[in-house]
């Protein structure tokens, strides 16, 4: 496996795809996908442009869709929701659809939507993103931070730290083998150097300390807290990500596999 970072989707490069990518925005796209996804939303469709996901979703049954939408960390008016990942309760979203536009995380996934796999990860799920690169092993993988508006963003390079760290922990891959490109050892580094103080590193990002003016302190400290639900985001068509249950078949798979 190579493993490639990229702190922005303005970094990675043009007209290759990786085998999988896995896209991050810690604050805050990709943490509500994830808790979304695990109290039983139906789906997350993506989008960068707000007119065109109007147009969408005016198709989709009122009853079953959530218009989810932030912009400069402020809901989108007019939207049912802000991008608050605590704003995701049973009650609110079992059953539905999220109509979702934020100003980066969006945009990082449209990047990548025509790659092979395309998952999403945050500080929440990063063990079951691992699980799932431990029993797929492909070849390239790109982790996308989202940054803000074409800026690195601390804690999204932090998140593909942790990603890495803990791969390279478990599967034994000597680092020079497994790294792709520098960006891997920074956020490595980055991470180690924070890891059990992620909730303060969020404070000092330049996009939590924009959160924490509008208010969104429990966000913050909701989107710092790492390995707190197993659900693994995968996209099912361009656009549309969706709760997989791959890593559980290949888990039990390799559980039940006859040992020679
Ligand atoms: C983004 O896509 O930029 C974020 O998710 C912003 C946010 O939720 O505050």
Not at 60 to 88: H, Q, T, Y
Not at 115 to 130: G, P, Q, Y
């Amino acid at each position: 496996m190579k493993f490639f970072v990229y702190h922005t989707p303005e970094l990675a490069p043009a007209n290759i795809l990786p085998d999988c990518a896995i896209v991050v925005d810690v604050l805050r796209a990709t943490t509500t996908i994830a808790t979304a996804l695990n109290v039983g939303a139906e789906a997350v469709q993506v989008f960068s442009d707000i007119d065109q996901l109007m147009q969408v979703s005016e198709k989709w049954p009122a009853d079953k869709r959530i218009r989810v939408g932030e912009r400069g960390g402020a809901m989108v008016d007019g939207f049912d929701l802000g991008n608050s990942p605590l704003s995701c309760t049973p009650e609110v979203v079992k059953g539905k659809r999220l109509f979702m536009t934020t100003t980066n995380g969006t945009r990082s996934l449209e990047r990548v939507q025509a790659a092979a796999v395309v998952l999403t990860a945050a500080f929440i799920n990063r063990r079951a993103i691992v699980e799932y690169l431990m029993t797929k092993t492909p070849e390239t993988v790109w982790v996308l931070g989202s940054g803000w508006e074409g800026n690195f963003s601390l804690e999204d390079t932090a998140c593909a730290g942790a990603i890495a760290q803990n791969l390279v922990n478990e599967m034994g891959y000597p680092l020079d083998d497994f790294a792709g490109n520098d960006e891997v050892f920074a956020a490595i580094s980055l991470y180690l150097q924070w890891q059990n103080n992620l909730f303060e590193l969020l404070n000092h990002a330049s996009h939590g300390q924009r959160l924490l003016r509008l208010g969104s302190y429990e966000d913050l400290k909701y989107c710092a807290q790492t390995d707190i639900l197993d659900v693994l985001p995968m996209q099912k068509e361009p656009g549309v990500i969706v709760k997989s249950d791959i890593k559980k078949q290949s888990l039990q798979f390799w559980m039940e596999a006859p040992k020679t």
